[in-house]
């Protein structure tokens, strides 16, 4: 399929950010350009726009991930000098740590890493009259830093990833097992094998802690800048086709945001919905995130999340599937299993938002071509226009879908709700803004 008039503007516009901010690690003042950026544009089509302010702690994330390898290397060493109590006790503590941190991604150990300024951008276009229902449509401008070893090789990508990850859940299952063993006799634990285990141990988590991630931040393109500009895309049209038709968005208020912090753990979307948990509860609300755009044939929606611990809409993957058929597209569905991470949708879905996440990335980079994700090659040129062409063409078809559907009863007697932020915090940014 040739580039189309929307994917060319899509990814003129991703082009555009990435050469006048480059890459955009959360906390960086790149990435608050590319917020300030991005709600210029919104402002074009949208009723109301705020660039939503908070502040996390960006490195506590990846950092844990580095820093609970490097513990795991330092159990490996009080292992291999003879003190598997000691050991065991780091590797439980690491463990723990580890799928508290990483799996249900609760902020454990953030204290410990400096506290930096972030940006989620948040706008609105408000159907004439009274708004019924809530549909927002979400992307995230930061970008992640690179994985060194996806860009060498897939292979060793997955084998480093996955020794580490066996031994720091294993390390302390086995060891945990051979001192009970030695406790009743069954086994004596002698200095080659607790060498022995200390390498498998050592081994993977000093390469991990050391070499697999590095400082660098990557461009972002297509992870996931190109989503904030399909979101965009979105407000252009949507403002275009109520100039014509009033009645365009059927009573329903199209949302667009663009989150911070999605590779710092889902901080942004943390954040935007702790400030505007009243307004997501005040009306039926669904949520068309979009995540990760490189090849048609990868295009899927999520029925799960967080390593697979959260669910997200069926019913809005069935939708999407049923929008796909209608435009010649294969949707599939895909489960997030453990390990491989989460989305934005996650942290609305916790709190009762409907929502669900379309996105066009491999769920696993063997027998996928050339890797581009988290990676300095993330760039708009090696994006399929397909996939973006697909991924807008199907969001179009979803909030015109959704704004149409028959409001709940109970629901009829609402009045128009606030916007996001309320009119205090609007007045104090446009301020700021102007200053």
Request: aromatic share 8%.
């Amino acid at each position: 399929m040739p580039e189309t008039d929307a994917s060319r503007e899509i990814l003129g516009w991703t082009r555009r950010i990435i050469d006048l901010c480059g890459p955009r690690p959360a906390g960086s003042e790149a990435c608050l350009a590319s917020a300030r950026l991005i709600a210029e544009g919104l402002r074009e089509h949208c009723d109301k726009v705020e660039v939503q302010e908070f502040s996390c702690r960006p490195w506590a994330f990846i950092g844990f991930l580095a820093g609970s390898a490097a513990i795991s290397t330092a159990a490996a060493a009080l292992l291999f000098l003879g003190h598997p109590h000691a050991a065991l006790a780091v590797f439980l503590a690491v463990a723990f740590l580890s799928i508290v941190q990483f799996g249900f991604y609760v902020e454990v150990v953030d204290r410990l890493f400096p506290l930096r300024p972030c940006a989620n951008v948040v706008a609105s276009i408000e159907p004439p009259g009274p708004v019924k229902r809530q549909i927002i449509v979400s992307g995230h401008h930061d970008t992640a830093y690179e994985f060194r070893y996806l860009r060498l090789s897939p292979y060793l990508y997955l084998a480093l990833g996955a020794w580490q990850q066996i031994a720091v859940y294993a390390a302390p299952l086995v060891l945990a097992g051979l001192l009970v063993a030695q406790w009743l006799g069954a086994v004596v634990l002698s200095a080659n094998l607790l060498r022995g285990l200390a390498l498998l141990v050592g081994v993977p988590a000093l390469l991990y802690a050391t070499t697999y991630f590095t400082r660098r931040s990557v461009p972002g393109a297509g992870d996931n800048l190109v989503s904030s500009g399909i979101a965009l895309h979105v407000a252009k049209v949507f403002r275009e086709r109520l100039e014509v038709d009033p009645e365009a968005l059927a009573g329903a208020r199209l949302i667009l945001v663009s989150f911070d912090a999605e590779e710092s753990g889902l901080r942004g979307s943390r954040a935007f919905v702790k400030r505007n948990l009243a307004q997501l509860k005040s009306l039926p609300t669904a949520m068309l995130n979009l995540e990760s755009f490189y090849k048609l044939k990868d295009l899927c929606v999520l029925v799960s999340d967080l390593n697979g611990f959260c669910k997200l809409s069926q019913r809005l993957a069935d939708l999407w599937i049923d929008e796909g058929k209608a435009e010649g597209l294969k949707v599939k569905t895909k489960r997030l299993s453990f390990g491989l991470g989460a989305t934005d949708a996650a942290e609305l879905a916790k709190v009762g938002v409907e929502a669900a996440t379309l996105l066009g990335v491999p769920m696993s980079p063997i027998g996928a071509g050339r890797i581009v994700y988290h990676t300095r090659d993330d760039l708009p040129e090696n994006l399929e226009p397909e996939v973006i062409d697909a991924a807008a063409r199907l969001t179009l078809r979803m909030v015109d879908r959704l704004s149409r559907e028959p409001v709940p009863a109970l629901q009829r007697a609402n009045v128009e709700a606030p916007a996001m932020g309320g009119a205090e915090e609007r007045s104090r940014l446009s301020a700021t803004e102007s200053a």
